[in-house]
């Protein structure tokens, strides 16, 4: 079962993706939903600042930072980039569960959102839709780039957390869902 952080953001589309794919899922809204006991997280994008101050204000933080450092599978999109990440330039740490410096609306109020073709791991090209998108300034040792778009890395994964700067979700390519839950989290 994996648990869709359902507080703000574009959590929706999550989840037809893994409709697509066939994996069950249960949308999470407030702390008592985190006790179903999940075999992997997506934190969608949104407004990760938002999202930041329901985490608090819902005291769910530590408890999913806690499932997260225990080894919980996780995968971000954008804003859940930005709340994984931990530093963020242009805004707080959220989470601060994976090694990665992140710059906050990098591309740009203007010229924030735009769509692309990149490739991804050695998954061959995906399409990629950014809006409003961060990206990754650098990245600790253990962590693998995945993606990069201009030189900027837009995708990485640390151990059990796969982060990605774009949206995924927002394309009908399931290519990225099915590395999460294949490769990342081992459940297909
Ligand atoms: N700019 C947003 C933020 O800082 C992220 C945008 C997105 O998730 N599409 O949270």
């Known amino acids: 079962m994996i648990g869709v952080f359902a507080l703000q953001g574009a959590f929706a589309e999550h989840e037809a993706c ?3 794919l066939g994996v069950p899922f249960a949308e999470i809204r407030k702390k008592e939903d985190l006790d179903r006991g999940f075999d992997a997280l997506i934190i969608p994008g949104g407004e990760s600042t938002v999202m930041d101050k329901l985490l608090r204000d819902m005291d769910m933080l530590d408890t999913v930072r ?6 919980t599978p996780v995968f971000g999109t954008c804003a859940g980039l930005i709340l994984l990440s931990s530093e963020v330039e242009g805004g707080r740490t959220c989470l601060g569960t994976m090694d990665v410096r992140t710059v906050r609306n990098a591309y740009g109020r203007q010229l924030g959102s735009f769509r692309t073709v990149s ?24 962590t693998r780039v995945l993606a990069e778009v201009d030189g900027r890395i837009v995708a990485a994964r640390s151990g059990r957390q796969l982060a990605t700067a774009f949206h995924p979700e927002l394309t009908d390519d399931l290519t990225v869902h099915r590395y999460f839950l294949e490769k990342v989290a081992g459940i297909l």
């Open 119 to 142: 490739s991804f791991a050695d998954e061959g090209e995906v399409p990629m839709v950014f809006i409003r998108a961060p990206y990754i300034e650098s990245a600790g040792p253990d």
């Open 18 to 20: 893994l409709d697509k």
């Open 66 to 71: 806690g499932m997260i450092l225990g080894g």
